[in-house]
Nanobody
Framework: QVQVVESGGGLVQAGGSLRLSCAAS????????IGWYRQPPGKQRELVAN???????NYADSVKGRFAISRDNAKNTVYLQMNSLKPEDTAVYYC??????????WGQGTQVFVSS
């Protein structure tokens, strides 16, 4: 059974930092591409960052220079380090795992709230 579980969300003041974790089980993790997405209140879900099996990363312009995605295949976990947080980063953050381009699994999300 495939499980994708996010953790690490919470309440932080503007300028602060959080580290989100995405743990996946039941998949060949080292072969997966993992993406972090977020859905602000009343808005559509959007890509924040992703990392493929080779470790190549990609970021939304709005988070470049502030967020960093990384993976630890030994722990089946991908991290999203979020620094210099802004109120507009407030959203539910979701992790998505993709295996062999066609098998897609989502986590349940973790809430991040950035106060001004």
């Amino acid at each position: 059974q495939v499980q994708v579980v996010e953790s690490g969300g919470g309440l932080v003041q503007a300028g602060g930092s959080l580290r989100l974790s995405c743990a996946a089980s039941g998949i060949p993790f080292s072969s997966s591409a993992i993406g972090w997405y977020r859905q602000p209140p009343g808005k559509q879900r959007e890509l924040v960052a992703n990392i493929n099996s080779a470790g190549t990363t990609n970021y939304a312009d709005s988070v470049k220079g502030r967020f960093a995605i990384s993976r630890d295949n030994a722990k089946n976990t991908v991290y999203l380090q979020m620094n210099s947080l802004k109120p507009e980063d407030t959203a539910v953050y979701y992790c998505r795992a993709v295996i062999w381009l066609s098998n897609i699994y989502w986590g349940q999300g973790t809430q991040v709230f950035v106060s001004s």
